[in-house]
């Protein structure tokens, strides 16, 4: 299994522009998670989808920020526009613990994560 | 809401032993967590715990659960400069998100 896999792994780009992530989970995961980390604010989970159904958006700090996960196997977190307090570490997580499972041992399998630039 | 917290710095000698803490709010929690960061690099599952257990061992891994204190630490044996990272202890809340701390940063001194 080649992991979570996030893409691209660095993005720079100027401010106002569109940003898009991607994040392709471990195959047979029903969970994905996205964070971000700062220095300032360490790791925030923005948003959290069981089964392609997005459960707990409440991390996502503005509607600039969307995230779509169209099947199991894909998802993207999108900024438009974006601004530059938006650089940080974007991690895509999968795991296969969901609602009324009791798998939380499993933990999270996280990806090498995308460095933004926002200039 | 829950919280996990973590102090910031840790720095040992190559060989000693080094004992990373962590404190949790929610004793609801099923399950607790080791993840470690080397840099350039996505979070690394080290262990877990379940709440019913006081300890765990893993080779040179110990983790040590106070469920009374909310309580968690990581002993880790023989520290070599390998172990030099970011460590994030982390909670299960019940909806099965993860809580994680901000990290204490391991240097280990030749």
């Known amino acids: 299994d080649a992991g979570v896999i996030q893409s691209p792994r660095h993005e720079v780009t100027e401010m106002g522009q569109e940003v898009t992530l991607r994040c392709k989970p471990i195959s047979g995961h029903n969970s994905l998670f996205w964070y971000r980390q700062t220095m300032m604010r360490g790791l925030e989970l923005l948003i959290y989808f069981n089964n392609n159904v997005p459960i707990d958006d409440s991390g996502m700090p503005e509607d600039r920020f969307s995230a779509k996960m169209p099947n199991a196997s894909f998802s993207t977190l999108k900024i438009q526009p974006s601004e530059p307090r938006d650089s940080a570490v974007y991690f895509c997580?999968?795991?296969?613990?969901?609602?009324?499972?009791?798998?939380?041992?499993?933990?999270?399998?996280f990806g090498s994560g995308t460095r933004l630039t926002v200039v | 809401g829950e919280d996990v917290e973590q102090s910031l710095f840790l720095s040992v000698r190559e060989g000693d032993s080094s004992v990373i803490n962590c404190t949790y709010t929610d004793s609801s929690s099923t399950y607790l967590y080791w993840y470690k960061q080397e840099p350039g690099a996505g979070l690394q599952l080290l262990t877990y715990?379940?709440?019913?257990?006081d300890m765990k061992q893993d080779q040179r891994l110990t983790v040590l659960l106070n469920k009374k204190d909310k309580h968690l630490s990581l002993r880790i044996a023989d520290t070599q400069t390998g172990d030099s990272a970011i460590y994030f202890c982390?909670?299960?809340?019940?909806?099965?998100?993860?809580?994680f701390g901000s990290g204490t940063r391991l240097l280990v001194r030749p």
């Open positions: 997580a999968s795991s296969t613990v969901g609602l009324g499972q009791l798998l939380a041992n499993y933990g999270y399998t």
């Open positions: 982390a909670e299960m809340d019940s909806s099965y998100k993860l809580i």
């Open positions: 715990i379940f709440s019913n257990m």
